[in-house]
Structure formats: C-alpha cells, structure tokens
C-alpha cells in the first residue's frame, strides 16, 4: 500500500492519543491528523458488540465524511470472571459515561467474593484503518492482568488503578506514562496494525 505522503486522519481530538499515534507510525511517513487538524466536527454513536466493530463505525462515518484514510481505535476491559464484562461498555458500565469511580466500584463490587486467582483481566484494543479505495486493515493488542481489591495509584484514568500487571507488580495508575506506553494495549495493535501496513 503506498503510504508516502498520504493524509491520515485519527478519530481522535485526544492529543496523547495523536503522539502516541504518530511515534508508532512514524516512519510510514504519514501525515497524522487529529479530527480538529482536519476540520472535523463529529459525534459518532458507536453502537456495535465488539471493539473491531465499534472502530469500524467511527472510522467509516469519517471516511464517508472527509474521503480520506482514517484510523479508529476502541479500547476497554475484560474481565474473565464475569464473561468479558464489562468490554465495549467499560466507559459507561455503571450506567453513566466516563464516570470512573461510579465504574470501578460496581467492578470491586461484582468482584468482591471472586479469590486471586479467578480475577484475571485483559485491556483489549482494537484500532481499523479506512482508506478511500476501500481497503480495510485491523490491528488488536491486548494487556493481561487482574483486578485488584482497591484502587492504588493516581496516574492514568478509567481502571488504571484496580488493573494489576503481575510482572511489574504495580496497577497502571501507578506506572508511569512511558512504562504505560510500552506495554499498553493500544501501542500492541499499533504495533500489530504497522506490521500488516509493511506486509510483514
């Protein structure tokens, strides 16, 4: 696929997102665009059942917009113990958007009779590139951990803090933003996604 000076627009105002985004991407030598760089205003429902899904819809309402690439992304967590909960409702599993703390304390309380070892977890991403001659490339990345019993640390949002990554013995709230950033979730299916750019 020829990348060499193509506009690619990210589903994204979120400014760490868009870095985080051209670092990994860096030598496709795209021209990285936030939503508001390439003059998009938009409100996407995202409606699907899977994170492949809900990528999909942002990415194709914005292609259909700006006819240019596009890369979407979805994110959230699942929790082996309560069947994948609470997955592409993580931002709203109590009931209201974003709001974390309504979010992470169902989470501790569904989880409070559930030992050590059954609280297992993983943060899932899952990113979908458009391009206007309709090809269609996925890119997945996961992070395995458990949940723990209290939120522990002050970095990062949503359930950073109640999400344990055993080999660093620390929650992601307590690691820091580049030891975040080279294990994350979304930076795997960045990773994931440039492989499959490059053929390899």
């Known amino acids: 696929m020829k990348t060499s000076g193509n506009r690619l ?5 979120n400014a760490h997102k868009i870095d985080e985004i051209k ?6 030598n795209y021209n990285i ?4 760089e390439a003059g998009i205003d938009i409100e996407v429902e995202e409606n699907g059942s899977t994170f492949e899904e809900n990528s999909y819809i942002k990415a194709k309402a914005i292609l259909d917009l700006a006819g240019e690439a596009v890369l979407a992304d979805d994110s959230g967590l699942e929790v082996f113990a309560l069947n994948g909960a609470p997955g592409v409702y993580s931002a709203r599993f109590a ?3 974003g709001n974390d703390r309504k979010n992470n304390d169902r989470l501790l309380e569904l989880l409070k009779d559930v ?6 977890a993983r943060f899932v991403s899952a990113i979908v590139l458009l391009t206007p001659d309709g090809n269609k490339i996925v890119g997945k990345g996961y ?3 458990r949940i723990g019993y209290e939120e522990k640390g002050t970095n990062g949002f949503g359930y950073d803090p109640l999400f344990f990554v055993p080999e660093l013995n620390k929650t992601f709230a307590e690691l820091t ?3 975040k950033n080279n294990i994350s979730h979304r930076k795997n299916a960045l990773e994931d996604l440039k492989r499959k750019l490059l053929g390899e």
């Open 9 to 13: 627009i990210i589903g994204s105002n």
């Open 23 to 28: 670092n990994i991407l860096k030598d496709l």
């Open 33 to 36: 665009l936030s939503l508001k």
């Open 95 to 97: 009931g209201e958007h």
């Open 115 to 120: 030992p050590d070892e059954n609280r297992g």
């Open 143 to 145: 992070v395995e951990g």
């Open 177 to 179: 933003s580049d030891e």
